[in-house]
């Protein structure tokens, strides 16, 4: 079994697609891998071309092709300096650029340097402009053989349909609570002792991730958590009609736009759940969110959906965070009953 699916086990069967794809001839030019953010969609990508790349391939796993970590090739990539490996993300302007993409097709035409292929990879493939998409497009339709497109997507965020056409899809299933919890158990074990979060931010950091592990690590390290449970209160209090808007909306600015969306996306997302009989996925936030699903209709938490989404679309024009969570904010206030709102 490879690192990637031991150490990742909800990977195993995408993973395995690919020996099995690999093996009979019959790996496609273009992958859409598609996943929860989080879910390791990125490593998983990684390995792949770690085994594309390699020489020698052996044949563990019952046969199965798996990197041999040894020829030259793997040394290169293992030492972040293979040339025939190529990876294009997003830039400041949270959008992968018409610029990366004219890169990625200079490179895509050129012969390999070291290696057998050449191996692209596109991390949010679902945040190319229209440009970069267009651009990405005219290299999708002429497939050349030795190389393979690894685009990752994440789940609810759409990639062209022209694009996605061109490509065959991969899932990366979000773990089991269980999986999902062994994993960020293990991992922070691999941290200093002074630094490991205590068993009660684990949990909550699986909780606000969706068990989304890696996201969940980020979370349970990093300086989410507090920011989210300020800006989680003072959401409750301005509801209520204790503080007017501007003071809410300060404690979503030091989240930032991405990190204030992801919160009232997943909050709209479990009022529609809450509406449709369904339960929260932020166990915290349910007692308020259930109170405005019993009186609201259904409706109501798809148009703050669409509310969000067009929040993350300004964002690619530098939208102010504390103007879009204001924004947010006095619609979802608008669900409460008129008694209870601000003035």
């Excluded at 449970?229 to 009609?241: C, I, S, Y």
Aim: proline share 6%.
């Amino acid at each position: 079994m490879t690192d990637i699916a031991n150490s990742m086990p909800w990977h195993r069967r995408a993973w395995s697609a690919v020996q099995n794809r690999l093996s009979e001839g019959r790996l496609p030019h273009a992958l859409i891998i598609i996943g929860e953010r989080g879910v390791g969609k990125r490593a998983w990508a990684e390995a792949v071309a770690g085994l594309l790349l390699c020489d020698n391939p052996t044949g563990q796993e019952s046969g199965k092709p798996v990197a041999c970590g040894r020829c030259k090739q793997c040394e290169l990539y293992a030492a972040s300096s293979h040339p025939d490996a190529r990876f294009y993300s997003p830039e400041k302007s949270r959008m992968v650029k018409v610029d990366q993409i004219r890169a990625l097709s200079t490179f895509a035409v050129a012969s390999p340097q070291v290696a057998r292929r050449k191996i692209a990879i596109i991390d949010r493939a679902d945040q190319l402009n229209i440009n970069a998409a267009n651009a990405l497009l005219k290299t999708l339709e002429e497939p050349l053989p030795d190389l393979t497109l690894l685009l990752l997507q994440e789940s609810g965020r759409p990639v062209l349909p022209t694009i996605r056409s061109r490509c065959q899809t991969l899932t990366i299933p979000t773990p089991d609570p269980e999986a999902a919890t062994t994993w960020l158990a293990e991992s922070v074990q691999r941290l200093d002792e002074a630094n490991r979060p205590p068993a009660d931010v684990l949990a909550k950091a699986l909780m606000l991730s969706g068990n989304a592990p890696r996201l969940a690590l980020e979370y349970a390290t990093g300086d989410f958590i507090a920011q989210r449970d300020d800006a989680f209160a003072r959401f409750k209090q301005f509801m209520k009609g204790q503080i007017p808007v501007a003071e809410a909306a300060k404690a979503f600015k030091t989240l930032g736009l991405e990190g204030s969306l992801w919160l009232f996306e997943g909050w709209a997302a479990d009022l529609a759940r809450l509406s449709s009989g369904g339960s929260a996925h932020d166990r915290e936030a349910e007692e308020m969110l259930g109170y405005l699903a019993r009186t609201n209709p259904a409706w109501r938490a798809h148009e703050l959906l669409d509310m969000v989404k067009d929040s993350r679309e300004a964002g690619v024009y530098n939208a102010n965070p504390e103007l879009e969570a204001s924004r947010l904010l006095i619609a979802w206030q608008k669900l409460m009953p008129v008694k209870r709102r601000v003035g």
